[in-house]
């Protein structure tokens, strides 16, 4: 199994009595660290998150520096892949429809070490194009994806 969880982000004046965004963010991973002391397994985690302050608290933790964690933001793909790759993340989740996605440039991403999951198709003929771009992971909210292909 593989678990995916997405931390939107929303701007709320709250942020700003505990800090701003970034202290939010340090708070979420440490509760996550703490709330997976106990868990045997984290590699099947996988966390869409844009925030360098997470991921540095969740890579440098014997726990949960496993947990693959994925930049979710706009901007074209070249400028996704610097960040992902400056800042440490395992890799890009990236919306499907996205006009600059082709098999090359996600084959090209890839070849760069990076984890590459295309959300979220959900008809046959969209789930078969993210398939056919090769990602490592799609979501989608169709059960029955897996026998579309």
């Known amino acids: 199994y593989y678990l995916f969880m997405e931390v939107k982000v929303f701007y709320d004046p709250a942020f700003e009595l505990i800090g701003g965004l970034d202290a939010y963010f340090r708070r979420m991973a ?12 984290t590699d099947n985690l996988i966390i869409e998150i844009n925030s360098k302050s997470f991921i540095d608290l969740i890579k440098a933790n014997d726990k949960t520096k496993n947990i693959k964690c994925l930049l979710i933001r706009s901007g074209t793909l070249e400028r ?5 790759q400056q800042e440490g993340y395992d890799g890009l989740s990236l ?11 996600v084959r090209a991403a890839k070849n760069l ?15 078969v194009k993210a398939f056919e771009m090769e990602p490592h992971a799609i979501q989608t909210d169709n059960m029955d994806a897996k026998r579309y292909l």
């Open 80 to 84: 996704k892949i610097q960040i992902a």
């Open 30 to 41: 440490t509760a996550m660290i703490n709330t997976l002391a106990d868990v045997d397994k």
């Open 113 to 127: 070490g990076l984890f590459i999951n295309l959300y979220t198709p959900y008809y046959k003929s969209e789930i």
């Open 95 to 105: 919306n499907y429809e996205d006009t600059e996605l082709t098999k090359e440039t």
